[in-house]
């Protein structure tokens, strides 16, 4: 069984928000859990993908002779030879249906998009012999100028409807900006650059493909979503969606880019079916740049127009960044910029130019992310012009609803997160000035910025199994990215139960298991555990139904709504003493087990200990609710920089985010410390460089596209303002997996202005960029 | 990657020979360069010759100064108590290089041989003089920030990467190698790497099957005096966009002698003998450490991308030397 078995713990009932240790935690450093690429199954064959040279042209010749020849080599996949799939991404029907991240398959033609697409597929019974056969093949092209960029003179800019895929508006427009920024007394522009960043994951994305029968199918997948795998594939092999298993049981991270199912996957399981064996594909690491999307270069111009006093009149947000060829891909920046502050008009518009990359796709806090970096930037700059404390500027545009759609916030604890932040780090204590205070050779600066993230509920399902003897399996089909879902939930479901932690078992990651949304947009932990919450009350109303019709429980009779369940135990809810522990119940009943199923509700069922208000017209989404669901919290970092060697060393960090019920405060601060270093590294160090003449990428690899080590991370101190959202979900969770980092590169950045009174308003901030003698 | 077949040799002439018979045989010491570069196959061998089990060991004190075994580990030589007290500068190199993993199994003669990390040479999609005589250099008008400023070409810009070979330059290391037929010569590290010319492809003057047996140092009071100063994008494991190896022996407030080299900015380990020249003699002052930076990168050629690196260099080389003259 590759899951984490029943445990031992020593913590107590009530175990949600305490932090437990991670139940797989001794699997996953004994090496006994079990990832994607990790199964060894009989007459498994290794798959090795061969990429494009150039970036834009055309396959002239495809020599296969002499990769054919090698010992061992089972099959060798081009375009001229991959078996034709029932549907593919290439038309925009195909990409829906498929809900593809990109709108191309490669192999499918001879056309060449971009460097490091693949162009061959080679199979053989040794991973070593695929790669050695795959440097023989002999590719010739037709090779035309690509476009690398946006900057590029070529580059054709337009203005595209929809951006995000079709999921954010390429235009929006409240009030009438312009003319509230003509008339602003205060007026502020500024230009903000962000280089391409990548995962980056730990684990590569992988594919293990198993047909178990000519119309059945096993992938043991590297993906945030077995059940999107599993849709995206049996569309395009033609098969019903259940005759397709998907199985992810851990995860070594995934930040977005193993939110889609991408080209590798299904490639090898054609190959797969192509040489009748299982046929396994990793990703190299430099594949890996160009398999699984990325977070697009771009430049943001933000306008803001504001009042003496620091309050904003007008913001005008505009985003030019790369895309491909064939998708309007972008993150959505303006969409924070629209929310975070009271501000009465708002515009935004993208811009994008089509370059031979493939198609960018959503990296933690999408749009959130850069988007901050922006606002969070330009508040600071209006602080220091207006003489106005940073804290203080936000404060005095402090959003008390939505302004983007006027509607109430279902929580927000901003204020206190902004007042325990600043407690916490001494901000009183910092001069105001900037590049006025020293250590020794060192400049340090302090600087906050705001974070904000959408709660994205999704509705989710899971099934609970109650055993006589006192035990319980928990499923659904989620997966844990490496964050700590199964420890999460089997407290919840310890908690809703009635039962130690250790008589559960939560099992996850599998199609055959209740479907579960992907693990992104920070949803996994509000919608599983709510899921789970409800199928533990879908237990205990069975067990109710059984106890009230039954003349030897003390229930007998009792009216199914006067029967409430405290530590397992079904008892009255006005007279306690009447009532009978579940185990006694099911054992005179006869019941081996119960079985209950639950789905992910709005309303705080467990803080009322109800089940959770019913899905109504008008608390569905985020977008049709009476409210508008966010989490927040603030940053607060402190740098000490060396002006003459350029470097910037984050020394101190402070976190406090609003974020609904925590469910571990453990794994929760892991979180946000995982989260807080990820925004660190785009601040100061992450890149991906792309030569301008070629289109390809040339540090693609961990030596050259750094990311933060240890030495760059100092303490970091988390904390989590008491939240009790009943809007939200059955548990008021928000989720924290990706509000961790908004906000980060401009906490940085300011600090770094704090430090310097050097502005640095392109990501990342190395030491060229403090020397100032980068040449333009 | 291509396959081929391992050797695992007891003796120097067996692994010597092994490697001038056979093209295409390499050896193998860490591996960290060498199987990096096999698995992106920029390099390809059909045979490798370990030669892990040869005596190439040890560091210790001769009768003028310092001997390294060219398969001591950096880890091993950077801990070494008489390398940190009587040459910081050679410990503190191999202690800000890579990380301690790479540092457990990489070797002193393959650390000197590391190659570029140049991102068009480690692609062999791109064109690249180094790798493909005569390809072109894609890297003048493209992605040079991490390159270098001087000693470059129209051929070839790549950066000599490696932080040891900046510090042992510093301090006169000579190098001892010994051929297929058992004879040994001795080349000063100064004159071991080269410059790329018309030939990019030829870094260093090694013979094809010469090995590398140790490198010497002598001792001196500018050994002791010593100090490497690493400048890169994040605190650890990132090879240096600047670095500065500098040794002084100060009398009073004169400096009699001097050591300078820097590294990141050169296509060879950097010395810079007219920086020497500027600092020995001269009182230690910081007009004088600027003056001598200020010499160090005269004939530089930045990029665009690069163009930081001679404020940088220059900042890296007085902080470094204003600290080592600190120093008691
Ligand atoms: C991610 C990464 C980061 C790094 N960062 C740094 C850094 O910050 N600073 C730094 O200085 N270095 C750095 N390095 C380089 C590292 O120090 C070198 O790879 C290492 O020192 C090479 O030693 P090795 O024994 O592994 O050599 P090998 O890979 O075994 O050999 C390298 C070359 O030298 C030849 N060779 C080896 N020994 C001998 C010998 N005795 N005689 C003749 N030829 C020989 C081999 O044939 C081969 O051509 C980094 C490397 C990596 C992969
Ligand atoms: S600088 Fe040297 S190594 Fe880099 S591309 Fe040019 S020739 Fe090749």
Redesign the interface.
Known sequence: MNEPAFFETTAGPGVVGQPLNRVDGRDKVTGKAKYSAEYALPGLTYGVLKTS??AKGRIKSIDTTAAAKEPGVLAIYTHLNLPKLAKTPNDPDGKKAIGAPMGFLPLTSDVIYY?GQPVALVVADTF?RA??AA?LLRVTYTAEQPIATYTDPKAQLFNPEKVQDGKADGYTRRGDARAAMASAPVKLTAVYTHAINHHNPMEPGSTTAVWEAPDRLTVYESTQGVTRTQKSLATMLGLPQDQVRVVTKYLGGGFGCKGSCWPHTVLTAQAAKGVGRPVKLVLTR?QQFTSMGHREDQTQTLMLGASQEGKLLSLIHEKTSTTSPWDNYAEANSKIINILYDCPTFESHYQLARGNVMTSTFTRAPGEAPGSFAIECLMDDLAYQLNIDPIEIRLRNYAEKDPSTGRPWSSKSLRQCYARGAELFGWSKRNPKAGATRNGRLLVGMGMATASYPVHNSQGMARVRLYADGHAVVQAGATDLGTGTYTVITQVAADSLGLPPEKIRFELGDTKLPTAPNSGGSVAAGTVSSSVYMAAQDVWQRLTKVAIQDPKSPLFKAKPEDVSVEKGRLQLTKNTAKGEDFMALMKRAGMDDVEGSGQGKYGAGYETGRPGNPAGPNNNTESTGEHSMHSFGAHFCEVQVDP????V?VTRWVSVHGAGRILNAKTARSQIIGGSIFGIGAA??EAT?R????A??????L??Y?I?????IPEMTVEFIDEHDPFINAMGVKGIGEISMVGVSAAVANAVFHATGKRVRDLPI???KI?G???V | MENFTYLQASQAKEATAAVRDHKGAAFIAGGTTLLDLMKLNVENHNQLVDINMLAFKGVEQTADGLRIGALERMSDVGENPLVMQQYPVISQSLLQAASPQLRNMASIGGNLLQRTRCGYFRDTAFPCNKRQPGSGCPAQEGENRNLAILGGSKACIATYPGDLAVALVALDAVVLLENAKGKQRRVPLLDFHLVPGNTPQRETVIEPGELIVSVTVPAAAHARKSMYLKVRDRASYAFALVSAAVGLDVQGSQIRSARVALGGVGTKPWRSLTAEKILTGAPATEATFRAAAAAAVRDAQPREQNRFKLELAQNTLVRALTDVAAKA
Do not use: C, F, Q, W
């Open positions: 040279d150039i460097a070593e790669t050695h440097t430099r003459d060697l350029g470097t060393r100061l160090m460089l030569d301008p003449h070629y390809r990428y040339t540090n693609s690899d030596g050259d750094h933060p080590v240890n030495a760059d190395t030491p060229d020397l003698t980068k040449s």
